[in-house]
């Protein structure tokens, strides 16, 4: 035991004696070559061209070996930054075995942990000694970018189950009618491309679809807007921690292009669609006002070409005659007699299939001639029957040739 203490008395005096470690009236304590006046609860002084470390280390390969730099106020609010033992085993983070992870920790009854800079300097998050993300002073945060121009950019793609957009009207200011639709539409050209390794967008090798923004500002120019970016004539990611000497400013200049808001497209194309719809409704109505006039001029166009000739006598029996010439190219005559006692008569001329084509009321009794002009009608055998009084007197078949 006096050894110790001797040992210890020793120590101590080394210490003191050469200024390595310094305790002041008010408690606060200093460590290294110039300690004589610490600021601190605990103050490490160095003034060398190397390293100042200050180390926690616990060598314990067991299972709840942990490393702990732990701060703290109050009651049990405290954050720690802690280190993991390679074989640690106590338990896990959401699924996750902490053997050898370091992490950030705060204490439960902790608000929070803030994250944040000085004025004007950029926070940066970075892996495998490569910058990942940036968030700039103003706070737009990049990632995959060293510049980024909006409160989010990213230089690759988003993968995401849905985004949803602030659309109250009470938040909107001078509303007003969109006028672009399928005229400007119509206008765009869809193209397919790759990226050239500019811009920071790493990603050359994908094929996209798309269209090229100085072609949209032709036609939608509200839709275009120009940016900077940091340009890089070398990869700045490849060199970590092992080129000291190496300054990303050498290799940088700013440059300017163009990006296009491509989701509001998409009001175009709702209007774009109702233009087209209007379009469909004037050509259903157009096509429907045809397809009556062309069923009047069917069922007109025995009418429009008959000429019925009568001769004036006395005739007690109704007779049909076969129609001459048959078969027949176009035009034909149906010679006939109407009873002179006869109220009513017509002839019927029915198609191919038995469907009635037309009624040609005859108004008169005695002989009489039908001519019939069937230009319009297709080749096909066709019958006629004369009707007297309601009652069927006689039915022929003519044929049509063509």
Not at 367 to 373: A, D, H, I, Q, S
């Amino acid at each position: 035991m006096r050894n110790i203490i001797i040992i210890l008395l020793i120590n101590l005096f080394a210490c003191f004696a050469f200024g390595q470690i310094k305790v002041v009236s008010n408690g606060d304590t200093g460590i290294g070559s110039d300690a004589s006046s610490p600021s601190a609860d605990l103050h490490i002084f160095e003034n060398k061209n190397s390293v100042t470390r200050m180390r926690v280390e616990n060598q314990s390969s067991g299972s709840n070996a942990i490393a702990d730099l732990y701060m703290i106020t109050g009651a049990s609010k405290g954050f720690a930054l802690q280190k993991f033992g390679s074989n640690f085993g106590q338990f896990t983070w959401n699924g996750i075995n902490l053997s050898d992870y370091a992490r950030f920790r705060s204490d439960s009854q902790v608000k929070g942990l803030i994250f944040t800079t000085g004025s004007s300097k950029p926070l940066i998050f970075g892996t495998s000694d490569s910058e990942r993300m940036r968030i700039l002073p103003n706070g737009n945060i990049g990632i995959g970018t060293t510049s980024p121009t909006s409160p989010l950019q990213v230089a690759g793609d988003i993968k995401a189950t849905g985004f949803v957009v602030v659309s109250d009207k009470r938040l909107k200011d001078n509303i007003q009618p969109l006028d672009y639709g399928l005229n400007e539409i119509l206008q765009l050209e869809p193209v397919t491309y790759t990226y050239k390794n500019k811009s920071q967008l790493k990603d050359n090798n994908s094929l996209h679809f798309g269209l090229l923004a100085q072609e949209v500002q032709k036609v939608m120019p509200e839709l275009v807007e120009a940016y900077s970016t940091i340009e890089y004539s070398d990869d700045i990611n490849k060199y970590g921690e092992d080129n000291g000497g190496f300054l990303r400013e050498s290799v940088q200049k700013e440059e300017t292009y163009f990006a296009i808001k491509d989701s509001h497209i998409k009001f175009a194309l709702i209007n774009a669609i109702k233009d087209q719809q209007s379009i469909i409704d004037q050509q259903e109505t157009r096509i429907a006002q045809l397809e009556d006039l062309v069923n009047k001029l069917i069922e007109n166009e025995v009418s429009q070409n008959t000429e019925i000739s009568v001769t004036l006598e006395s005739y007690e029996q109704a007779d049909l005659s076969q129609n001459e010439p048959n078969p027949f190219n176009g035009i034909t005559r149906i010679n006939y007699i109407i009873p002179s006692d006869a109220t009513t008569s017509s002839i019927n001329i029915f198609d191919m299939n038995g469907r009635l084509v037309k009624t040609v009321d005859l108004n008169h009794t005695g002989k009489g001639t039908l001519n019939v002009n069937a230009d319009n009608l297709p080749s096909g055998t066709y019958s006629y029957q004369l009707i007297v009084d309601g009652q069927i007197q006689l039915t022929k078949n003519m044929i049509l040739s063509k």
